[in-house]
């Protein structure tokens, strides 16, 4: 069974930087997956549930707009682990971030999406 297990997070002022990382258990790779991601969503309160930041399998990043410049995302995805560096960091970006992996075996025509618990980010002085 996945499981993603994330650590980091906190209190921050505005300005400044905090690191989160994600490492997944119980991945069997099997004979490959047809498609992988690994990254970031966050939810802040009354709103949906956005994406932050993925990895693809080959190196291949993606970043929402709002983070572009301020946020970086890292990983190994043979290993499954991800991390998150945030800086420059905001009040709106005051979420729960929740650790996302999605794998679709090639046998499968719809992928599985796993979470991690979340964990919270606040950016406040």
């Known amino acids: 069974q996945v499981q993603l297990v994330e650590s980091g997070g906190g209190l921050v002022q505005p300005g400044g930087s905090l690191a989160l990382s994600c490492a997944a258990s119980?991945?069997?790779?099997?004979?490959?997956?047809?498609?992988?991601?690994m990254g970031w969503y966050r939810q802040a309160p009354g709103k949906q549930r956005e994406l932050v930041a993925r990895?693809?399998?080959?190196?291949?990043?993606e970043y929402a707009d709002s983070v572009k410049g301020r946020f970086t995302i890292a990983g190994d995805t043979i290993k499954n682990t991800v991390s998150l560096q945030m800086n420059s960091l905001k009040p709106e970006d005051t979420a729960v971030y929740y650790c996302?992996?999605?794998?679709?075996?090639?046998?499968?025509?719809?992928?599985?999406?796993?979470w991690g618990q979340g964990t919270q980010v606040t950016v406040s002085s």
């Open positions: 996302n992996m999605y794998i679709r075996r090639w046998s499968e025509v719809a992928g599985t999406n796993y």
């Open positions: 119980g991945v069997d790779s099997g004979s490959g997956f047809s498609n992988y991601f």
């Open positions: 990895l693809k399998r080959g190196r291949d990043t």
